[in-house]
């Protein structure tokens, strides 16, 4: 369950509970907060906290085609990076705003990446053995690079996550990065079990299973919570990486 900075690696947040500079845009800021309300009531107790500081993780409404995402994965020394973009708009031929669920999602995702947390799929256990692969950050996009993972049935695979996904932007580009972030000794990638509930993961829950993935390997722990969001495993690893005070 989960793949996040160890506590030693100076990517974790030393100060609990971790600051969030008040997010201050109207159209975000009443959902921003019971995302953190959400956060901290499943955790049982507060790991962030919205402060009039102008330190901690700041907070950003973006709008037109700009993604949502977290400047940094983790602590970062450059104060600057410490920032979450978020977008209540679909970017991908949709426009229309997202729901309040699915702008939870997001804000959630987000702020776990902040907190040192990165994708579940790049745990040591998620089913995709690319060890034989070459470390670059762009792989070659057609079936040669799905031919050499050693997964028991692994073209049937990625062609479910390429329909999915359009194109295989998932495998191809996520298989570099796994890569990288396994390499990565700051960071923790083989606690328990994949959790393929996370909310941390790519692809989601159901796509796993429509690619029959080895439950072996690529287990869920049970959703919480009102808005089905986080997973429990999610829960565990904040307790273990933002302790109890």
Request: contains cysteine; glycine residues 6%.
């Amino acid at each position: 369950m989960a793949v996040f900075y160890k506590r030693d690696s100076g990517r974790v947040w030393s100060q609990i509970p971790v600051r969030i500079q008040k997010c201050t845009d109207d159209k975000l800021r009443g959902l921003f907060a019971d995302a953190v309300a959400e956060l901290n009531g499943l955790i049982g107790y507060t790991v962030v906290q919205e402060t009039e500081s102008d330190e901690g993780i700041k907070v950003v409404r973006v709008t037109g085609q700009g993604s949502s995402r977290s400047q940094t994965t983790g602590y970062n020394t450059d104060p600057t990076k410490n920032r979450i973009d978020v977008n209540l708009n679909r970017t991908k031929g949709d426009y229309g705003e997202k729901s309040v669920s699915e702008n939870k999602f997001v804000i959630i995702h987000e702020l776990l990446h902040a907190l040192g947390f990165e994708h579940e799929q790049f745990h040591k256990r998620y089913p995709w053995d690319d060890t034989e692969l070459p470390v670059t950050s762009a792989l070659d996009q057609d079936d040669a690079v799905y031919a050499k993972l050693r997964v028991p049935g692994n073209q049937k695979i990625f062609n479910e996550l390429k329909t999915a996904y359009n194109s295989g932007f998932v495998p191809v580009q996520y298989l570099a990065s796994r890569r990288k972030n396994l390499s990565d000794t700051k960071l923790e990638t083989n606690w328990n079990n994949c959790d393929t509930n996370s909310i941390m993961m790519y692809p989601e829950h159901d796509k796993i299973l429509k690619a029959h993935f080895s439950a072996v390997v690529a287990q869920a722990t049970n959703k919480v919570g009102s808005s089905n969001l986080l997973s429990a495993g999610d829960i565990q690893a904040l307790r273990v990486i933002y302790p109890r005070a």
